[in-house]
């Protein structure tokens, strides 16, 4: 039997709300040039190639997004084993259709 790690659970980006976001920290795991060029309110970036360095609050749910969804979950599952309580957002940027800042 194969082993894969922890099981990420994911949200859609459509599901995300203000009132969702008031509960949960926002984790953008794209480059900084990524995140640069248009990123939700709010969000952290801190790039997956870093993430074993990430050392947030443990105190408060984390959502993780990317551009696709790829690399959150990636991201998501080394929170996990950190011992984060984490969701990564299926689709990521790519399917977010709310205000963004930055870029053009």
């Given at each position: 039997m194969w082993f894969f790690g922890p099981r990420v659970e994911a949200i859609k980006a459509d599901e995300?709300?203000?009132q969702l976001l008031k509960k949960y920290q926002l984790l953008d795991v794209?480059?900084?040039?990524e995140f640069k060029s248009g990123h939700i309110r709010g969000?952290?970036?801190h790039p997956l190639a870093q993430i074993q360095l990430f050392q947030g609050s443990k105190d408060k749910p984390i959502l993780v997004i990317c551009q696709?969804?790829?690399?959150s979950r990636q991201a998501?599952?080394?929170?996990?084993?950190k011992g984060y309580?984490?969701?990564?957002?299926?689709?990521?940027?790519?399917?977010?259709?709310g205000p963004i800042k930055g870029g053009k």
């Open positions: 995300i709300n203000n794209r480059t900084p040039a969000a952290l970036n696709s969804g790829m690399r998501a599952k080394a929170l996990l084993k309580q984490v969701k990564n957002v299926s689709g990521g940027m790519n399917a977010w259709n």
